[in-house]
C-alpha cells in the first residue's frame, strides 16, 4: 500500500503583492492606451493639414475655372436681351421718332459695349469669359439689374455713327 503524500497547498499571495501586480497591469495598460491615444492625435493633427490643403486647392479651382461654353452663351443672351430692353427705354425716354433698323442696331450696339464694360469691370477680367464659373450666377443677376440711370449721359449720347446715320437717312427721303 502506498503512503498518503499529502498535498501542501500553494502559498496565498499577500495582499500588498495583488495590489503591486495590478497596478504594474493598469501601467501597462495606461501605456498603451496613451500610444493609441497619441495615434488618434497624430491622425487627426493629418486630417486637418489634408483638410486645408483640399480647401486651398478646392478654393483655387474654384477661383481659376471659368465660365463654360452653355454659361458664355447664356450670359451673351443676357446682355443682348438687355440691351434691347436698354435701346427700348434709352429711345423712349428721348422721345425720338420711330428710328430706322439701322440707327436701332446701332443704339443696340452701344448698349451692348456698355453692359460688357460694366461686366468686366464688376468682375475684374479683361474678357466676359474669364469671369469665374462660381460667379455666374451673380453675373447673370447683374446684368438682369442694371438699369439705363447705370449709364451716364456721355456714354449714352449719339454716337458718330449713329449721326451719321440719321443724316444718311435723312437725305434718302
Do not use: W
Amino acid at each position: 500500500m502506498s503512503t498518503p503524500t499529502a498535498t501542501i497547498p500553494a502559498p496565498k499571495q499577500n495582499g500588498l503583492e495583488i495590489v503591486y501586480k495590478t497596478l504594474g497591469l493598469q501601467t501597462e495598460q495606461a501605456e498603451a492606451l496613451k500610444k493609441v491615444i497619441q495615434e488618434v492625435i497624430n491622425t487627426k493633427q493629418e486630417m486637418i493639414e489634408i483638410s486645408q490643403k483640399t480647401n486651398e486647392r478646392f478654393d483655387y479651382i474654384e477661383n481659376t475655372i471659368t465660365l463654360r461654353d452653355s454659361e458664355c452663351t447664356e450670359l451673351q443672351r443676357a446682355v443682348m436681351l438687355k440691351a434691347a430692353e436698354l435701346t427700348k427705354v434709352f429711345l423712349e425716354s428721348q422721345s425720338v421718332s420711330p428710328v430706322s433698323k439701322n440707327y436701332y442696331s446701332s443704339k443696340k450696339g452701344q448698349f451692348i459695349r456698355l453692359v460688357y464694360k460694366r461686366i468686366k469691370s464688376r468682375f475684374n477680367v479683361h474678357k466676359y469669359t474669364l469671369v469665374t464659373h462660381v460667379e455666374f450666377g451673380k453675373a447673370m443677376e447683374f446684368v438682369n439689374d442694371i438699369k439705363l440711370n447705370d449709364f451716364s449721359e456721355v456714354e449714352t449720347r449719339e454716337t458718330i455713327k449713329q449721326i451719321e446715320i440719321k443724316q444718311l437717312e435723312e437725305k434718302n427721303d
